[in-house]
């Protein structure tokens, strides 16, 4: 029976229920992001989400070389929550906890739930604590903004619009099957997945800066960050085919967002850098500025 629904050997009915569990699984799992505004999909529990970041945090540290203490310790964690205390406002409840890993990789992250890290190997290129503020700042950001867990909603809907493709072109030969199979695969990692974790670097950039500068941090270090980053980047791929925007790209857009973040400085901070606005959980401070289109 199911051939009549056949031309040339392709099967419409899997591409049609693919659509269907498209527009309700999309529009029944709708959040947004804080400070943004921009619409996302989620699909488990913000409970569930401290979870599996708990256990992936565990396991990293357990096979990591982790320094327990001394100065780099305390500045990372001290950085660490006076921005998340300036970002209050807007966390969900998270479960904090930064550390230390002595590792020569120029890098950090952060993982559902608010576990941090911070490897060593960055710390020459952030120079300061503003530039460590810069730097913890957007990873604090993608926690906040829930960005795990809209990459798994994603990856999701990657694998069931796949079966689906597998499931209409059963009918074809097999060659033809994996020539679409692979286009589309290259169709989803460059057209889908990428452009998406780049959205999400730029919204961490700007989450992050507005939450460095409401810290009473210094948000021009951010593009001079930048720069010190392109130089160690030299070779990296073209934009499209990376999951990070350039950092030209990131510079400028930091420049964009200057007279906003030094705005939010001022209104936050005294002329001592001491924080005088202090967001609290569950009330929406004014960011100072206008969100910006993701």
């Not at 305390?74 to 406002?89: K, L, N, P, S």
């Not at 060659?175 to 919204?203: C, N």
Request: proline letters at 5%; a positive charge; glycine letters at 10%.
């Amino acid at each position: 029976m199911l051939g009549r629904g056949r031309r040339g050997g392709f099967r419409w009915w899997p591409i049609a229920l693919f659509g269907l569990f498209l527009v309700y699984y999309y529009f029944s799992n709708q959040q947004e992001v804080p400070l943004t505004g921009r619409k996302q999909l989620v699909d488990i529990s913000r409970e569930q989400e401290m979870a599996l970041g708990l256990q992936s945090y565990s396991q990293i540290l357990s096979q990591s070389r982790v320094v327990r203490q001394g100065e780099v310790v305390d500045t990372v964690r001290a950085v660490g929550m006076r921005i998340r205390r300036a970002a209050a406002d807007v966390d969900p409840g998270f479960q904090w906890e930064f550390n230390v890993i002595d590792s020569p990789q120029a890098n950090a992250f952060a993982l559902p739930g608010g576990k941090v890290a911070v490897f060593t190997g960055i710390l020459p290129v952030v120079e300061n604590t503003d530039g460590l503020a810069a730097v913890m700042g957007h990873e604090i950001a993608h926690a906040i903004a829930r960005h795990g867990a809209e990459r798994m909603a994603y990856q999701k809907l990657v694998q069931f619009g796949s079966m689906a493709a597998s499931m209409a072109l059963g009918g074809m030969d097999i060659g033809t099957q994996r020539a679409v199979m692979g286009a589309l695969g290259v169709g989803s990692q460059y057209g889908i997945l990428l452009p998406f974790s780049r959205k999400h670097e730029t919204e961490a950039d700007y989450m992050g800066l507005i939450f460095l500068s409401r810290a009473c941090f210094d948000p021009s270090e951010a593009p001079r960050l930048w720069e010190r980053m392109g130089r160690l980047s030299k070779g990296a791929p073209e934009a499209f085919m990376s999951t990070h925007p350039s950092s030209e790209t990131r510079i400028r857009q930091f420049r964009e967002w200057m007279p906003m973040a030094l705005k939010i400085r001022e209104s936050y901070c005294d002329s001592q850098g001491n924080m005088v606005v202090q967001p609290r959980p569950g009330v929406n401070v004014r960011n100072g500025g206008s969100r910006v289109a993701m």
